[in-house]
Nanobody, 124 residues
Framework: QVQLVESGGGLVQTGGSLRLSCAAS????????MGWFRQAPGKEREFVSS????????RYADSVKGRFSISRDNAKSTLYLQMNSLKPEDTAVYYC?????????????????WGQGTQVTVSS
């Protein structure tokens, strides 16, 4: 059974930092793009960031550029999202996702596997 399990969410003050992790099991995604999405209360899910299978190609939503950094460790089957300078508008449930494609990146490729999400709350 394929699973993506996020961790690292929590409550942080404005300007603080958090590091999210996403551990994959059941299959390897070392040859697939992976990404982070988020959904705030009353809003649609939105793209945050993605990374190609080599780890050298990354994409970010404009709202997080310069503050968030995505990375992956294929040997550990783990995806990361380092979030710095957090703002109240970053408050959301953050989801890890993986694509079954072997090429591509960004928010326009299909993501077929999803985690259950981890809550990030930024207090003002």
């Amino acid at each position: 059974q394929v699973q993506l399990v996020e961790s690292g969410g929590g409550l942080v003050q404005t300007g603080g930092s958090l590091r999210l992790s996403c551990a994959a099991s059941g299959r390897t995604f070392s040859s697939n793009p992976m990404g982070w999405f988020r959904q705030a209360p009353g809003k649609e899910r939105e793209f945050v960031s993605s990374i190609g299978w080599t780890g050298t190609s990354t994409r970010y939503a404009d709202s997080v550029k310069g503050r968030f950094s995505i990375s992956r460790d294929n040997a550990k089957s783990t995806l990361y999202l380092q979030m710095n300078s957090l703002k109240p508008e970053d408050t959301a449930v953050y989801y890890c996702a993986a694509s079954s494609l072997s090429l591509g990146n960004g928010d326009r490729i299909p993501y077929n596997y999803w985690g259950q999400g981890t809550q990030v709350t930024v207090s003002s």
